[in-house]
């Protein structure tokens, strides 16, 4: 299984995202007749007086204006549009551009004309990370350190607190259309909903989704505030309400989240086009997360993909992304205690590809989705002057034990009916995990780097210059509220609805962004499940002990970030001294005290 050059897999559109179109001042508004008149005017006045060779010149010019003002509205000349898109559980290395084996052609053109972080940072959980990213602030601090099914205390929180405001709501008092699909998960219950946070339009879902082609108890899909689709096993049938959306994809006689969370994407794309506003548009699929669920024909593409197994798969992906510059070239893997794949029995490894070949197929459909956000921006003229982030919310998730989670054995025999089981009924398991967070140690849930470093691919052709470029600038996830603000020139608040506000715990990226060569120091802090760590600079301390009594073990990041060489006993004040900063941090941003009764799950 030999891994595809990039430029092999790149998407048709990427050619025109290299030829930079002209800044032009006009109003998004769509034209009238009056403003087509007022263009042509200026272009005829006194054309007698600059020659026939400058006025063809000016004619060329308003013909070409009105022609894009005919079919859609240009962008220029105002605040750009802000497109954030995150994947669920989809680890490091899976995508084409970050050394993956995974079929990306739409992401893979993004990075190709955009920038790839190399050392970004997640929270290493869902929630956590959703709370982190709408607010710019730690979890802890937001309300939500933990999940939303119990109330465990100020940081532990089943929604965000009022401490915080999301990017929603200050972009929306900064004079922006805000717009979310997708997984919300910050909050569940009434007054706690997207719409109440600053969404003026929201579809999707205000829990977790963990299903693919129904629609769980207890997780029923809304639009705005308004029940749409209720628990059903058939929600194309049993909705309440059917979208205008549905048709490109496929979707208009299947449902599949990822597609149907990309109709109502496209869906509010066409409805901004009549608002004067620029936008902020937030799509978070729930891919690839368990069950592993997807249309069949992304699956039949990847028969036969992995019969060499994961330990290939690894030194395969760590070679590509050595090729990349994502890593070190004297990067070695980290240790894993996954059996070798050659000791397998032939059935079992065919049942375990076939887990693979699914997982696979989810994230190349989120990918086929994502390049139709991409062709609607085009068809919109707004490509160019859209910021468009693409991340995940946690490394790849090693639940349901080494082989995945297993409803009635789930073999490829019965997988018409275990495919829309849902649920916990099937994962990939911690051995394939492993593959995907490659070359880094643990998964989804942990904070070693296999559970928090995440893809940042940041694209914006009105900024970013050159293209294919990469930046070892360490980020966060709490840095997307700052970039957001400050990309919008909008104001972060110190009081909303009544409330103080917590100071942004992030920073703006933009720099970054106009030259990624600019590397500054940063002080970065994690708590999951009592898993905690802090990074500063290119040192990292952390623990994976979930007790009282913890360990930590200290890493220098500056060479090799797989954490296989712990020289906390060689350097004991650095460790006692970041030991120190972690705990007051820790104290200010509302992690300690523990909850008496914590949950660890």
């Known amino acids: ?75 220029y000349g105002q605040r750009p549009n802000i497109v954030l898109i995150m994947a669920d559980d989809m680890g490091f290395s899976d995508i084409g551009c970050y050394g993956g084996e995974i ?114 108890s207890g997780c029923p899909v809304y639009h705005n505030d308004r029940l749409v689709v209720p628990p059903t096993s058939d929600p194309m049938h049993d909705a309440v309400e059917q979208s205008t959306g549905f048709g490109s994809n496929g979707s208009e006689t299947q449902w599949y989240t990822t597609d149907v969370f990309t109709d109502w994407s496209l869906k509010f794309l066409d409805e901004a086009q009549d608002d004067d506003r620029p936008f902020f548009l937030y799509t978070a699929y729930n891919a690839p997360h368990w069950p592993l669920e997807a249309p069949q024909e992304n699956i039949d593409k990847y028969q036969g993909w992995y019969s060499a197994g994961w330990d290939k798969l690894r030194a395969q992906k760590l070679t590509r992304m050595k090729q990349l510059g994502l890593v ?99 994962s990939q398991g911690e051995a394939w995990s492993n593959a995907s967070n490659t070359p880094f140690r643990l998964h989804k849930r942990w904070v070693h780097e296999g559970g928090i470093a995440t893809p940042l691919i940041v694209h914006w052709p009105a900024t970013i210059v050159g293209g294919g470029k990469l930046t070892h600038q360490p980020g966060h996830v709490v840095d997307l509220m700052a970039t957001c603000i400050d990309v919008a020139e909008a104001e972060y608040p110190t009081a909303y609805a009544g409330s103080a506000v917590r100071p942004l715990s992030g920073q703006s990226l933009l720099q970054n962004l106009k030259d990624p060569n600019k590397l500054v120091d940063r002080t970065l802090f994690w708590e999951h499940e009592r898993h905690a760590a802090i990074r500063k600079g290119n040192w990292k301390l952390v623990t994976l002990n979930g007790s009282n009594s913890t360990q930590w073990e200290l890493y220098d990041l500056s060479e090799v970030r797989t954490e296989t060489t712990d020289v906390a006993g060689e350097h004991p004040e650095l460790v006692e001294n970041l030991k120190t900063q972690w705990t007051q941090w820790a104290k200010q941003a509302n992690v300690l005290p523990w909850p008496k009764d914590r949950e660890k799950k």
């Open 328 to 426: 070190s070239s004297h990067t070695q893997l980290s240790p894993s205690n996954c059996p070798k794949w050659d000791t397998l029995p032939a059935a079992d490894r065919s049942e375990l590809e076939f887990r693979r070949e699914i997982y696979a197929a989810q994230i190349e459909r989120m990918d086929q989705n994502i390049g139709r956000i991409i062709a609607k921006l085009q068809q919109m003229k707004c490509l160019d002057n859209t910021l468009l982030l693409f991340l995940s919310d946690n490394g790849c998730c090693a639940e349901g034990g080494m082989f995945g989670y297993q409803w009635n054995k789930n073999t490829k025999s019965n997988f018409a009916q275990w495919r829309k089981k849902s649920a916990r009924s099937s």
């Open 103 to 216: 079929e990306t052609p739409n992401l893979d053109a993004l990075a190709e004309d955009g920038l790839r972080f190399t050392q970004f940072y997640n929270t290493g959980r869902c929630c956590p990370t959703r709370a982190s990213l709408l607010t710019g602030l730690y979890p802890h601090e937001a309300g939500l350190g933990h999940m939303v099914y119990s109330d465990k205390g100020p940081g532990y929180r089943p929604h965000l607190n009022r401490q915080c405001v999301t990017i929603a709501e200050v972009l929306k008092s900064s004079g922006y259309r805000t717009m979310m699909t997708g997984k919300w998960h910050v909050g569940h219950k009434q007054g706690q909903w997207p719409t109440d946070r600053g969404f003026e339009h929201f579809y999707g879902i205000h829990i977790h989704v963990d299903s693919y082609f129904k629609v769980l």
């Open 1 to 75: 299984m030999a891994l595809r050059p990039i430029h092999a897999r790149l998407f048709s559109w990427s050619v025109l995202l290299r030829t930079r179109r002209p800044r032009l001042c006009v109003s998004r508004r769509t034209a009238t007749p009056q403003s087509n008149l007022g263009i042509l005017s200026m272009c005829f006045a006194n054309h007698h007086q600059t020659g026939d060779l400058l006025f063809a010149c000016k004619l060329i010019a308003c013909v070409a204006i009105l022609a894009g003002l005919a079919t859609g509205r240009l962008c």
